[in-house]
């Protein structure tokens, strides 16, 4: 049975399932409408503006605040002295915890 042949007209992300929960999904939205909403204010300057992501190692929420014509970070928090502590941690509270 050739079932490459039934999927070759779908695009990849068709098949893909999301593993972020129905109501995460929405709040990751609900922060996004926000931080576009504070943008459109230009609360931050005109050439400035607010992002918000998740930091790989230390799974925390960062905002920063970035000029976007120098790419220069202007405001993080928590800072990245902050994050980089929190990661160095990391397998000290494993060995804690485990």
């Known amino acids: 049975m050739d079932v490459t042949a039934v999927d070759r007209g779908l695009p990849a992300s068709l098949g893909a399932v999301s ?7 929405q709040e990751n939205r ?3 409408k926000a931080v576009r909403a ?7 300057g005109q050439d400035n503006s607010l ?6 190692y230390s799974r ?3 905002l920063r605040v970035i000029n976007q ?3 220069e970070v202007l405001l993080q928090i928590p800072a990245e002295d902050v994050l ?7 397998p000290q509270q494993a060995d804690f915890i485990g």
């Open 69 to 71: 014509k120098t790419q």
């Open 30 to 32: 609900d922060i996004v």
């Open 84 to 90: 980089r502590m929190a990661k160095d941690l990391q």
């Open 51 to 56: 992002t918000f992501q998740r930091d790989l």
């Open 60 to 62: 925390q929420m960062v």
């Open 19 to 25: 593993d972020i929960p129905l109501p995460k999904a």
């Open 38 to 44: 504070l943008n459109a204010t230009e609360m931050f």
